[in-house]
């Protein structure tokens, strides 16, 4: 009963080329391909779905066939070059070789060829210049082994009887006479299930795809063949949003979420506000051309001289209580135009446009930062940063602390690490560092801080607490995505974007 | 971060290294780790003072075992301990701090130790020398007292360190391979600065070289006389104190000396620097709670003397500009790892800038007609720009890049015609699009430099039906009107490129690109291509949102 049900199944899941080669599967291949009336391809191709519906298991075998070459299936019609002289020996004996070679119609070659055979044979003399039959005429008319074995023709080397073999080593000498090839020989054996429905007649009267008349004229009981949902389907690609994006939106939806409000600003900005304004001394080894990306041939105007000449005195002789760094500050050097270093220089402008009544103001930005680097696979010179300040006359290290754990989590990163650091523009300084679950290792993102009084008093005009951080974002995306050499992120490879899998986050 | 390596038994001699000892050195912001005999650390650039082992040690004893300020002697000058400093040093390198070191006993590691000390401080607090550097001499090879001058390059001529002649300033500048390595700093003054003793021998030439004869410590070296010399003076002082009380951890006994300036001063002062510290203030910028005597345990860990809101500072520390790098110090004696995380309950409301929620939009709608996001390098290579005919004019260029990417990109088409090139043996089709900064020059900028995002969309293989096609549907969907106007195009076919008009200005380009460029730069199939500058959209959007 069940295997009934089985069968069936299986019968109304089969395509119209399987139903034509299902009753006459207990026959081989070249037979099916008689007497379905379907061509060889549509058979084979037949077989090859029934294979993948386990009714039957195919087997290749590969032999070398003897087919007949260009000439052979010419000399198959019309003789070949010993028997053309043969028959013209018949008719007229004693011939000149010349004459010979002219009534029989042979080529040079041919004739030369056709002699040799002749003559190894022993079916013809040649003296003084004239050549005479030397057979019975028997032996004449009957055919040569070589001509048999021009009629048998395609045959598999490995079915060769001796005679043939001999036929076919004298003729494979000859110019394209014979020709071999190798050809894959498939038969099959059935399975189980195939023993069950091999040779049932299907007289199903089952539809292929609804068409708009099908729906029109439908009426209940016609049934659908069913189709192998197993079977592969083509591949198809979808528009796609970037990885590092889909990764930004994240994070950005994650300080959205935390109260934060997005900064956005200029990749290119003067020296002023990627350093001077955070109070990074004009020797500082971060400003040398090795490190920072300098544009050449251009030079940046300083705002408003209220602020230049707050952060002029805060590096000089200091500012908001603090020694300063001791040296001759100079507007030449803040002018230089950078390609940002960080994404602070972004932190920097928005203090200098707050006022006291926009406190307590939270700001997060995420965006590429440049470094003059060599690129391998380790290194790029643009990266992501992601910033954020928190300006609130009453926020403290531990508040610093609390965003960040917050972020990291929603990040991923349950366990997290705080260590002293050091930066010029804050103090306390942080450095902060996530476990990596799998890996298990620590992994370090990045620096945070509080902003010292010497930045926030030039920029604000008070030394109000600010927190901020400037995290590399680069290594979450890497390692969500088992990205391993950092040119992969923005290498753009078609293929590698069309496969790479969704953020979900 | 500079690294410095000791050998792991001197520092065992002190403090053994337990997992816990490391991990509690780790807390305190210095990575420390185990290299067979060698333990090496890495030091923050605002603590030199404990890039010698010396100065390393007294910070993690004081702080394991030994709290408090740690007291070191100085002797009063003895007879000629003077240098005189001469006026005509003030423009070129106007100051120096010196001291005298008694008591010595060296052999070799312990003079490869000084040297990598003065090495790092020369690249580190010396930006390369430039700002500070540092000589060392043997006291038995010179007399005292000493003249700090300034002389023409010819007027000086001494043999300096491993050479095997006499140079004179020039020579020295020019040929000698230390000489050659900082000759920018000299160069450009017609006179240099040395240091010369009371018979008249040169022993140095600050900041590049000292003398062979009197300014090179041997093993028999027993008595040292120190000198720092740049352009600020309070760093000076600071940094000879952290080579005298390095010396001074090896048994050496220090000696001031009389420097005279137009006024007399004394160096080296290890009398400790005085700074007020309010609690309230460390409390609310930690978030902590603590206590005065909280403070009092807490100080000295970090090698203070605390009391009565009175912190005062070791005189090695170059790194206490203000009452807010005590804090930190608090918080790291407290331990970073005690702090609890927390989130004030402070209500803010967050926002996504309106320029990026119309990026998203226009993302999303060419997401949904099939095409992928691409994300590229904002700077290009020179090949690029000249495959591109770039004008000089559009050429921004960076300094001294290390990769061949030297120029900030002047459109989104050209890392577009670069992607299709390294793509052009992947699938067919391959739409894309990219939301990207683009860079021009203008005067009226306040960088010089106008930065705007393009958009761009491409697609191969397509003809100018199907890129059109993408800009209609964009337009609709986003409900703004766009115009085309024929226009040709350095890289697109004429007749059939037009430009895009938005409110009445050209906003970007439309066509298909020329088999001439896709030659050159080396794509095989056809290729549509629109940018425009999104600047018009986002102001006429902008008031929607």
Redesign the interface.
């Known amino acids: 009963m069940k295997n009934n049900k089985e069968s069936e199944e299986i019968i109304e899941m089969l395509s119209p080329i399987e139903r034509k080669v299902v009753p006459y599967l207990k026959k081989s291949i070249k037979e099916i391909i008689k007497l379905s009336g379907l061509d060889e391809s549509s058979v084979l191709l037949a077989i090859q779905f029934l294979e993948k519906k386990d009714i039957l298991k195919t087997k290749a075998k590969t032999d070398r066939i003897i087919d007949l070459g260009t000439n052979g299936i010419y000399y198959k019609k019309n003789h070949l070059p010993e028997r053309k002289l043969l028959l013209t020996l018949e008719e007229q004996n004693h011939l000149q070789l010349n004459e010979a070679k002219k009534l029989s119609k042979l080529s040079e070659n041919e004739f030369k060829v056709a002699l040799g055979v002749l003559k190894d044979k022993a079916q013809i003399n040649i003296a003084n210049g004239k050549i005479s039959l030397n057979a019975t005429k028997e032996e004449l008319f009957k055919k040569s082994l070589e001509e048999q074995f021009l009629e048998i023709l395609p045959i598999k080397e490995s079915s060769l009887s001796s005679e043939q073999r001999f036929a076919f080593e004298t003729l494979k000498k000859r110019k394209d006479i014979i020709e071999i090839k190798n050809e894959t020989e498939i038969s099959f054996e059935l399975t189980e299930k195939g023993r069950e429905i091999a040779g049932k007649e299907i007289k199903l009267d089952l539809l292929e795809e609804v068409t708009p008349e099908i729906v029109k004229s439908w009426t209940s009981g016609k049934k659908f063949r069913r189709y192998d949902i197993q079977a592969s389907v083509p591949k198809i690609y979808g528009g796609k949003k970037h990885f590092v994006n889909q990764s930004i939106e994240y994070a950005k939806r994650i300080w959205t979420d935390l109260g934060f409000t997005e900064m956005q600003g200029n990749f290119i900005d003067s020296s002023f506000w990627v350093f001077d304004a955070l109070f990074t001394p004009q020797d500082h080894p971060a400003r040398e051309m090795q490190d920072t990306f300098f544009i050449k041939n251009v030079q940046a105007k300083l705002p408003d001289s209220k602020i230049v000449k707050a952060v002029k005195q805060a590096h000089e002789t200091g500012i908001a209580g603090s020694k300063g760094w001791n040296y001759s500050w100079k507007e030449k050097d803040a002018k230089k135009v950078v390609l940002r270093t960080h994404t602070t220089s972004l932190s920097v402008r928005t203090l200098a446009s707050l006022k006291e009544s926009n406190f307590p103001a939270k700001y997060f930005a995420i965006g590429k930062v440049f470094r003059n680097e060599t690129v391998d696979w380790s290194h790029g010179f643009e990266f992501y940063q992601t910033e954020g300040i928190v300006v609130d006359p009453n926020a403290s290290l531990r508040h610093l602390l609390g965003y960040l754990k917050e972020f990291y989590k929603k990040m991923g990163y349950e366990k997290i690490k705080f260590v002293p650091s050091f930066f010029a523009y804050t103090e306390p300084s942080v450095e902060i560092q996530v476990w990596h679950p799998e890996r298990k290792i620590w992994l370090e993102l990045g620096g945070a801080g509080i902003f010292r009084p010497e930045v926030t008093t030039a920029l604000l005009g008070k030394p109000i607490p600010v927190l901020a951080w400037g995290q590399g974002f680069d290594r979450i995306i890497t390692e969500y995505y088992k990205i391993k050499d950092l040119r992969e992120m923005y290498s753009n490879d078609i293929k590698d974007l069309r496969n790479k899998k969704e953020w979900i986050k | 971060m500079a690294t410095a390596k000791f050998p792991r038994v001197e520092i065992e001699k002190h403090i053994k290294l337990t997992p816990e000892n490391l991990e509690r050195i780790?807390?305190?912001?210095i990575p420390i780790s185990l290299q067979g005999e060698e333990v090496e650390i890495e030091i923050?650039?605002?603590?030199p003072d404990l890039l010698s082992m010396q100065g390393f040690l007294r910070m993690i004893k004081t702080y394991l075992k030994e709290p408090g300020l740690k007291k070191y002697k100085v002797n009063p000058p003895e007879k000629n301990f003077r240098v005189k400093i001469d006026s005509s040093v003030k423009e070129i390198r106007p100051f120096t701090a010196c001291a005298i070191v008694k008591n010595l006993k060296f052999d070799d590691i312990k003079i490869k130790e000084i040297i990598d000390l003065q090495e790092k401080l020369h690249t580190t607090v010396g930006?390369n020398r430039?700002?500070l550097a540092i000589g060392i001499y043997p006291l038995e090879k010179i007399t005292l007292p000493i003249i700090y001058e300034a002389r023409a390059p010819e007027k000086i001529k001494f043999r300096p360190l491993e050479a095997e002649h006499e140079m004179t300033g020039l020579e020295i500048l020019q040929k000698h391979p230390t000489g050659k390595e900082h000759s920018s700093i000299l160069n450009g003054f017609e006179k240099f600065p040395v240091f010369v003793d009371a018979k008249g021998n040169i022993l140095s030439m600050p900041p590049i070289i000292n003398s062979h004869e009197t300014g090179k410590i041997t093993r028999d070296t027993k008595e040292v006389f120190i000198e720092c010399s740049g352009?600020?003076f309070?760093?000076l002082k600071k940094t000879l104190n952290i080579i005298v009380t390095t010396f001074a951890d090896m048994n050496g006994k220090i000696y001031a000396m009389e420097l005279q300036y137009e006024k007399k001063e004394i160096t080296p002062d290890l009398n400790p620097e005085k700074i007020k510290l309010s609690l309230d203030n460390a409390n609310?910028?930690?978030?902590?709670d603590l206590r005065e005597r909280d403070l009092e345990k807490l100080l000295p860990k970090m090698g203070y003397e605390y009391s009565n809101g009175i912190v005062k500072i070791p005189a090695w520390r170059i790194d206490i500009?203000?009452?807010?790098?005590i804090?930190?110090d608090i918080?790291?004696a407290y331990g970073?790892?005690k702090?609890?995380?927390?989130?004030?309950k402070?209500?803010?409301?967050?926002?996504?800038?309106k320029?990026?929620r119309i990026k998203?939009k226009i993302?999303e709608i060419?997401?949904?007609?099939?095409?992928?996001?691409?994300?590229?390098?904002?700077?290009i290579k020179d090949e690029e720009a000249k495959k591109a005919n770039l004008k000089e004019n559009e050429k921004?260029?960076?300094?001294?890049?290390?990769?061949d990417?030297k120029l900030?990109r002047p459109n989104l088409l050209i890392p577009t015609l670069r992607?299709f090139a390294?793509?052009k043996d992947?699938?067919y089709p391959?739409?894309?699009f990219e939301i990207g900064?683009s860079?021009t020059?203008d005067m009226r900028e306040?960088?010089?430099?106008k930065?705007s995002e393009n958009l761009i969309i491409a697609s191969s293989p397509a003809n100018f039906t199907e890129i059109k096609g993408i800009m209609d549907y964009l337009a609709r969907i986003l409900n703004i009107e766009y115009k085309l106007k024929e226009a040709s195009h350095k890289e697109l076919i004429d007749g059939r490129s037009g430009a895009i008009i938005f409110n009445n200005k050209q906003i970007g380009y439309i066509g298909e690109v020329h088999p001439q460029t896709l030659k050159d730069w080396n794509i095989k199939m056809p290729l549509s291509i629109i940018e425009i500058s999104l600047e018009e959209i986002f102001n006429s959007l902008l008031s929607s949102l």
């Open positions: 780790m807390l305190l912001g923050t650039p605002n603590r930006r430039k700002k352009f600020d309070a760093t609310k910028l930690l978030g902590l500009l203000h009452e807010v790098d804090i930190e918080a790291i970073y790892d702090l609890i995380p927390e989130i004030p402070v209500a803010t409301i967050g926002e996504e800038s320029k990026s998203s993302s060419l997401i949904g007609a099939g095409l992928i996001e691409t994300s590229s390098y904002h700077l921004i260029e960076v300094e001294d890049s290390k990769t990417y900030l992607m390294e793509n992947h699938e391959q739409k894309i900064t860079f020059k306040e960088t010089q430099i930065e």
